[in-house]
């Protein structure tokens, strides 16, 4: 007999908007990726599933943790049209939950262990890319798989980790071995469901950013969990000063434990005027854009580039938005800056570099503000949609 | 007695808006950082002046061939209010001519011919940068010399070429030795004028821009001057199809004429169409924006980037304007793109680079429509406020 | 009744010598990474076999040119102890060819094309990375498909190309499309033949090498295909002087008409003293290995560098050799030069760039000497093993 | 009356070994670029010198603090036939000293502090580059002044910083002003003494090797100065494990408190064999060679590279040393490695990034373990010629 499982499943209608036409990945009925425009009614549900089996290069994992993600909210969450709120790829119903760690339980005999270069034996703790870029296309061929064009995602048209297990490709999977020989088990798992978003934090920053030298300056915009885990990474590489601009205290002091060594409050004071102040007249060599209000943002962090007498500022746009920036050329002229976007956290060594990084020493802990189990997952994503006091809830499992 | 010469000098009178405060470089009645807040009632004059001598580390240069730059036209161009319309570092009176070569007449002992790495003899033959970048400044000791904090620059607030002989230091000055294997002599001072207007474009598109590898796809919009180099300087560093974007029929055949495979009239042709349809749906590797409009042309770049299929594009902001570009953040996360300003010549390696690229065929001649005297440069100076036609006017000495 | 057809196809006797152990992706009988340990007794046959059938993912492509490889000569020749002399990857029997073009006959459902991401639909042109890398282990997953920790070789230890057809997956294919504009239907199979060697030169010099920027000077060693390919690569990246050294007159000529400006006879002519005089004492921005001897050439390039002024020069090591190469750090040090090494095709936006080269104009028809029919593939293998006159020969299908 | 001064200087004998002749700086007499050719019976001297005065944009410092260099002990210290040791740039007799700092006293009018960009006021703490580069040659234009060509030093053939005032021009001087935030006054003078070695070290690591990436690991071979500094710099980029294999436990322990995670006795162990055990297999991502000994090093780096699984090593060697490295170009091939060198600390941001990262907490301190008087400087250079124990002394005034 099949064996069962809770999970926690995104239920929705499929009802396209007059303007939706199939494109070339959407499935009718099925899948799409302009979620927005087409699923209606969301709900979020704890149903009894079959535990699925490893097929060719397939991996069975017991999930250990799972964080919840701001784009797990906004797919459970409908406009006043009853649409839901997220944009991209979806395909319901399926299993929420793509920051996840846990122990592989079986794996197909051609499920490598990248780490080793050996095949997966069972036992392994991992974490898990939430991308399943398909390593065909141009360019993952190319070296570039955050921009695969026949991508999959964990926990939004792949079934995800908000259950007891998973089968995962061999591809997206990462060993979290090296960090046991610092941290208390409970812990290695908890910072395993933390790579994920860090890594988005390090691709931004580190490969998409260009990274900073020892003594650089940093400016942070938006104390989200990519923005701190941001704090964190920069810190790691060397930072002089790592600045953060965020209203919230208790995200602010979280950004200080993570490495911030400054707040500035954008609510109370002038953001350009400060880091102006405490750089002492030279702005920074990177500023992130991480908060999702770029309109409002973008001009504060111009005028500093404008002002401030460093050369060769890198302008990350981390957040996803909508909203156009005002971006006047001769500011990127004369002080020889450039503005990048950043998405996704696959390939360039990421995952495995957080890894590593965690494991000697940069501990990402105290953005988990709040574990739950299984059954609070539903609430807490509701919840999620006006609190603004926790940083990341993690489930454990 | 003091030999004479003639010389085009622009007069101005020192008369200040009210909201002008005399900055850092600015010499009260006689230079300023901001010349369209300052001077007023411009006046190009031929005049006679001492042939001058040159201090330690100059070099004394007979002028062979200076062309006329926009700037030069700007700055004795008058507003509404008799404010000049450049706005730029400008000290008057002041000998104008920017984009020159010439023959060393005499030189310091301590003046050396950095080709050769010897003291100069007099003799050779050369072309200088217009920026007398200080060496000594932050940036500079930086390795930015585009960034010069103490700039001079020559035509500008430093006598200029549109004479018989100026003073230079040494280390502004390359060798135009390498020319003259393949070039009868007339043409090297020709193409040795060229050599500063092509910088600016090498530096944008290869320097700044990061360059291409044989075989990607480019777009310069706008043939003005640096659009044009840019179309010579992408061609020769293997761009598969240069593709221009000019309304004027004369600046596209230029254009072609240097490198352009792909002529696209932006007043009858959709930009982003075109250039998608051109590419097989691709998209470009780098935009150059050269016409100064960018907040007319980004929208129809960043159209090409979102819908082309090539990831990393650079689009590189050459022109100088105050207009804001409407830049989506997600158009550069989603193709991992970027945006670069550009601005200066010098450094990197740039111009004996052009000078050997010139040197084994990259004919920059065809950018020269006409030919003057030097009593006729005021009159094509004025002429060229209105003129559409001309593209570079040298006046051979 | 299955289909058959004509193949070359090598086989040879497992006999590995005493100290050989089975490594990570050997099979016992059938497959090794070190060749030259295990094979005995080369023989090349042309055999009736069946054509083969695409699985999921793949493709079915009727080959219509494939160029014969040093690597086909080496593994189908025996030292004096009858073992072969190729120490790579191999597994016998196996039919020869991986310098392929062809027309893609059959495909299953999930075989895209890269160049456009839509599923095959059978009559594309395409050519192949000879390279089968995974796409899964941890250097596909970091961006380093030449590097791929379990690879498969076309024509090594996966049926080749000497041969009607056959059967590959769809990420290594790249269309020909864009070549048929410029060249007549015959040469375009022979072009599509060409890439895979070509790119070898592209990855070298372009990707591993850091390529120049337009008007720097670059020294070939070596007038092998991969030799002269990168004189058609860098002249289209702008250089101003390919210099190619190479005794041959017959090779040197080829690399002429490919777009060495100036030739240097290595066996009558120093190599220092003719470089450093064609590039008025500078030396070269880059300086390729692709000779086999790096104890003979390495010393010679190494002083150029030294006597030299050129800085940041890189040494491209291309050619496999166990030779030490004696290396002055002092040299590295005062000229900031470096030495990388080079290997393999894939990845990088390499193929479809040297494809859109190729379809710009840089036409790599004089590398093919010699035109094939399959029946003479063997004997002209055999005839390579001491041939020094032919550059490429081709069998046309 | 003029103003009088000790200085600790350096008189040695003009007598020119017969293969010696003048070279393009070389003053007969006077100065050389070959020390040790030349320059015979070196003798250390204290004496009365007159109080320099500034020219043209000089600046007069107050040494506070100045280290012995290994440079220092060369020059002092007579080979068998009682020629120099140090082979380099050497113009006697000189005035010992360029690891310094100061407060500035006097400054020209054009003498500008490049932190603030204004002209010197008096009273600022510097610290110095001992490198003067001229700031108009090609390599200088080009934006390596590391390699000038018209190159002076400090303490070399330019009166250096073993006394009580010495005159400097301004483009060398860096403003230690940061560092007073967070040391007491003494402390900064001392690290301020430090910066110039912590930028040899940070130039080889970050700005020729490359740097690395958070997580990532690396390999010091050598504890002197450079190698223990560069163990400082990396572990501040964000290195996992910084491995630092010396064999005096004296220098390992610096190396500890510097941020060496482990340490190697390569003596005792063997350097390949631990590497990988320590990193599981993997290596580094960066080997520095900071011993002299590249002959023997070498081979054990090439094997960690060749057994290890770390794609894109980069080896910078930083010690300067005749002996050649038998370099096996399979391995950079297989590995994508390289090999860089290494020299100099000016230019690249890197004095400022070096002194801010101090500011920050970058703690050099350690490095220094002998504090002596100016009086002593002679007997401690001489002392040095055969202690091991000392790291850095630095004469306090």
């Given amino acids: 007999m099949e064996k069962e499982m809770k999970a926690v499943r995104l239920h929705a209608e499929w009802d396209p908007k007059p303007d939706f036409k199939l494109g070339f990945k959407d499935v009718d009925g099925c899948q799409t990726y302009l979620g927005s425009k087409v699923w209606r009614n969301p709900q ?5 599933v079959p535990v699925p089996k490893p097929g060719p290069g397939q991996v069975l994992i017991q999930v250990k943790a799972c964080g919840i993600c701001g784009s797990d909210v906004h797919m459970a969450q409908a406009d006043d049209d009853n649409y839901i709120w997220y944009p991209g790829l979806t395909g319901f119903p399926c299993t929420l939950g793509h ?16 780490t080793t270069n050996r095949p997966f034996k069972g036992g392994e703790w991992v ?12 360019p993952c061929a190319d070296g570039w798989p955050n921009h695969c064009e026949r991508l999959d995602e964990i926990g939004f048209n792949v079934d995800g980790a908000f259950t007891d297990y998973l089968v995962l490709p061999d591809r ?17 798992f908890k910072l395993g469901s933390m790579v994920e978003p860090t890594s988005v934090a390090y691709n931004a920053v580190v490969e998409r950013g260009g990274g900073i030298r020892p003594g650089d300056d940093v400016v942070i915009c938006g104390g989200g969990p990519v923005g701190l885990a941001a704090c964190a990474v920069l810190k790691r590489q060397g930072a002089a000063r790592v600045i953060l601009s965020e209203p919230e205290a208790a995200r602010a002091e979280i950004g200080r434990r993570l490495g911030a060594d400054i707040i500035i409050n954008p609510l109370e004071e002038d953001l350009t005027e400060k880091v102006l102040e ?32 460093t050369l060769n500022s890198t302008i990350v746009v981390v957040a996803r938005a909508d909203a156009k920036m005002p971006v006047t050329g001769e500011v ?30 940069m501990n990402m802990l105290p953005m988990i503000t709040k574990e739950i189990r299984l059954d609070e997952v539903p609430e807490n994503i509701v919840m999620l949609r006006t609190d603004r006091n926790e940083c990341k809830i993690t489930c454990i499992l």
Same sequence: chains 1, 2, 3, 4.
């Fill in 99 to 114: 920051e996840l760690s846990g122990i592989v339980v079986e794996a197909a005999p051609d499920a490598y262990d990248k």
């Fill in 172 to 188: 997206c999977l990462w060993s979290l071995n090296s960090l046991r020989d610092r941290y208390p088990d409970e812990e290695v």
């Fill in 278 to 309: 405490y750089t002492n007249g030279m702005g920074a060599s990177i500023y992130l854009e991480a908060t999702g209000l770029p309109e409002v943002v973008y001009p504060a962090i111009e005028q500093a580039v404008w002002e401030g007498r």
């Fill in 332 to 361: 990127l002229q004369v002080r020889r800056a450039r503005i990048v976007g950043a998405q996704g956290h696959s390939g360039h060594g990421t995952f495995p570099r957080v890894i590593e990084a965690m494991a000697s020493g």
């Fill in 44 to 48: 979020i549900k704890i149903e009894q």
């Fill in 127 to 138: 974490c898990a890319e939430e991308m399943l870029w398909c390593g065909s296309c141009k």
